[in-house]
C-alpha cells in the first residue's frame, strides 16, 4: 500500500447487471465489496457508460447485423452491442445500490456517436482523450486501482490505458466480472501482465492501512 493512490470504480451501471439490456454475469453481487473497498481511498473516480440512441457499436444500429458480430470500422473491429446505456435512461444511471458518496469524479464515455470507448482514458480510436489522466495527474495520483464491469473490457481497456499514461496499475479481481466472449477474458488477463498490470484480492486490500493522498 501507498499513498498517492486511487480507486476507479468502472460502469457499475444497471445495464451492465442482472436483467440489463447487456448483463455481465453476477454483476451485481460485486457491489457491496465495491462499496466497501471505496471506504478505503481518498481518491475515488467512477466512470459511467453513456451512449446516444443512435451510437455505432449498437446492433441495431446496423441492419441485418446481430448482436456481438463484428464490423470493420475506421477505427478496427467492433463487436456489435446489444442497445445498453443509453443517455438519461434509467440502464445507464449508476446503479442504486452503489455508495459512493466521496467520489470526486464521474467520468461519461462512449457519448461520441462514431466512435465507441471501453477505456476512460481514451476513445476506440486510441486518439481522443477524456481527460482523465490530467485529472488524477492534477490530484497527485501515481497508483491506480481498478474494480467494476466487466473485467475483460472496460476494466482491461482503462487498465491498459492508465499503464500507457505512466499510472502504475493493480486490479482487485474479485471486484470485478467479467463478459469472457470468444476467449476475451483469457487474451485480457494476458495483455495485461505483459503491460505490467498487477492483480490483488479484496482480502489482501482490506486488510491493508488506509490509502491517505
Not at 181 to 188: F, I, K, M, P, V
Amino acid at each position: 500500500m501507498q499513498p498517492n493512490s486511487a480507486l476507479l470504480i468502472v460502469d457499475i451501471q444497471p445495464d451492465f447487471c442482472s436483467g440489463g439490456a447487456l448483463a455481465v454475469p453476477g454483476g451485481e453481487t460485486i457491489i457491496p465489496l465495491v462499496n466497501k473497498l471505496a471506504q478505503k481511498f481518498e481518491i475515488v473516480v467512477l466512470t459511467q457508460d453513456w451512449h446516444p440512441a443512435d451510437h455505432i457499436s449498437f446492433a441495431a444500429n446496423h441492419p441485418g447485423r446481430q448482436p456481438f458480430e463484428t464490423i470493420e470500422l475506421p477505427y478496427g473491429t467492433q463487436v456489435l452491442w446489444p442497445t445498453h446505456c443509453v443517455m438519461d435512461t434509467p440502464g445507464a444511471a449508476l446503479h442504486p445500490a452503489l455508495h459512493v458518496s466521496h467520489a470526486s469524479l464521474i467520468q461519461r464515455k462512449g457519448s461520441h456517436k462514431n466512435v465507441d470507448s471501453y477505456s476512460a482514458f481514451l476513445e476506440a480510436d486510441r486518439t481522443t482523450k477524456t481527460g482523465l489522466d490530467g485529472y488524477l495527474r492534477a490530484l497527485g495520483v501515481e497508483h491506480l486501482y481498478i474494480c467494476g464491469l466487466a473485467t475483460d473490457f472496460c476494466v482491461a481497456w482503462t487498465a491498459e490505458d492508465a499503464r500507457h499514461s505512466g499510472f502504475a496499475v493493480t486490479i482487485i479481481e474479485d471486484a470485478c466480472r467479467a463478459i469472457d466472449l470468444n476467449g476475451s477474458l483469457d487474451a485480457a488477463w494476458a495483455r495485461l501482465a505483459a503491460l505490467g498490470v498487477e492483480r490483488i484480492s479484496s482480502k489482501e486490500l482490506l486488510a491493508a492501512p488506509t490509502i491517505a493522498t
